[in-house]
């Protein structure tokens, strides 16, 4: 049996990274096996509860205010609006949705007030609810929480050096601390990354490592192919290679052996034979529906005929861990005042540039 190590070291994640694909795909689909059904894939919908108009700069996000991207915003939508669409995902076979809102943070008020309403819905629809809304404090974790929360998503996105040449409106340590502070809730948690932004390999080993180090691991890690948007900083960067997706996956399921690993963004660049090697190399997940977000995603359709091809099964919720109780009960909102998110502000040229480009037009 796979051993659980939170001692990694990044060598010998780059180790694996770099075996031979035939002999690393062999090693992940066994260590895949050991842990967890290989016949399941568990089909996740993504909502944008609030899109666009993000005071952020990450290099990769057609939804920052700052790029010209033709994106059109929404506020918040309403709860009757999400209950809707999740309504529909699940009859098209999905047991988790993640809501996703273009947020720096999140701030106190009556659009957290609606977001937790939301969760509480949703949550009765006996699905995995999931929420990405940028950084969170301890108290709003706990909000979270108790009204059914199932898992909090926040990635690292790269590895703690190459980040910096990707965002500059926030370091690396308020990720981890927004990790940190779902981890003192009931909350799952989830948090992956991005390949093809230009990073090395060392740099994808590097995220791993910081994955692979958490105590404990995530339960779940998205890996996503960057899409380059255009009027983003990275919209020149090339179309992420299918093989080193592959590797990518074969290298998480190795280091987290019992952590759900999620095929996300990029998939629509992937062929059907790419996606299987993904599954054989230990994904056991997608993300349904035309959009991820704001960028293309493969038809629900297709993805079901390829599960047919492949034997496979849609999971069914709460698989791996009991459906959250909702729990009403006020949090103290005391430590409101304290909070400070780091601005870093550091420079990067090409961001700096994509901005000024969105100004002039
Ligand atoms: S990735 Fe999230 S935080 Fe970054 S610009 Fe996009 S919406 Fe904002």
């Not at 990354?193 to 090395?200: A, D, F, K, N, Y």
């Amino acid at each position: 049996m796979s051993d659980v190590r939170h001692n990694w070291t990044k060598e010998e994640i780059l180790e694996i990274y770099n075996r031979p694909l035939i002999d690393l795909i062999y090693q992940s689909a066994s260590v895949h096996r050991e842990n967890h059904d290989p016949t399941e894939v568990q089909v996740s919908t993504l909502i944008s509860i609030k899109t666009g108009g993000c005071p952020e700069d990450c290099g990769y996000c057609p939804q920052a205010a700052r790029y010209s991207t033709g994106i059109e915003g929404n506020d918040l939508m309403s709860v009757n609006q999400v209950k809707a669409q999740a309504l529909r995902a699940r009859e098209s076979g999905s047991s988790r949705i993640c809501m996703g809102a273009a947020w720096r943070n999140v701030k106190e008020g009556k659009d957290f007030d609606q977001v937790v309403e939301m969760v509480e819905t949703l949550n009765k629809l006996d699905v995995e609810v999931c929420c990405t809304l940028g950084m969170l404090t301890e108290n709003q974790a706990k909000r979270l929480s108790n009204a059914g929360l199932y898992a909090y998503n926040h990635n690292l996105d790269s590895s703690e050096d190459y980040y910096k040449e990707v965002i500059s409106t926030r370091a690396y340590d308020d990720r981890l601390k927004t990790i940190d502070n779902v981890r003192k809730t009931n909350v799952t948690v989830c948090s992956g990354g991005i390949i093809g932004m230009g990073e090395s390999a060392e740099d994808r080993a590097g995220m791993l490592l910081s994955l692979s180090t958490m105590v404990p691991h995530p339960e779940s890690t998205p890996i996503n192919a960057l899409v380059p948007v255009e009027g983003t900083p990275l919209e020149e960067q090339e179309t992420t290679s299918v093989w080193d997706m592959i590797r990518m996956v074969a290298t998480t399921r190795i280091v987290l052996p019992k952590t759900m690993v999620r095929l996300s963004a990029g998939r629509t660049e992937m062929s059907k034979e790419g996606q299987a090697m993904c599954f054989l190399a230990g994904a056991g997940s997608i993300f349904a529906g035309d959009k991820l977000l704001t960028t293309p995603n493969p038809d629900i359709n297709e993805d079901m005929k390829l599960f047919e091809i492949l034997g496979l099964k849609p999971r069914k919720p709460y698989k791996k861990g009991d459906k959250p109780k909702i729990i009403k009960e006020e949090v103290p909102l005391s430590e409101r005042k304290d909070l400070k998110w780091t601005r870093p502000k550091h420079k990067i040229e090409r961001n700096i540039k994509a901005s000024k480009k969105h100004r002039a037009d």
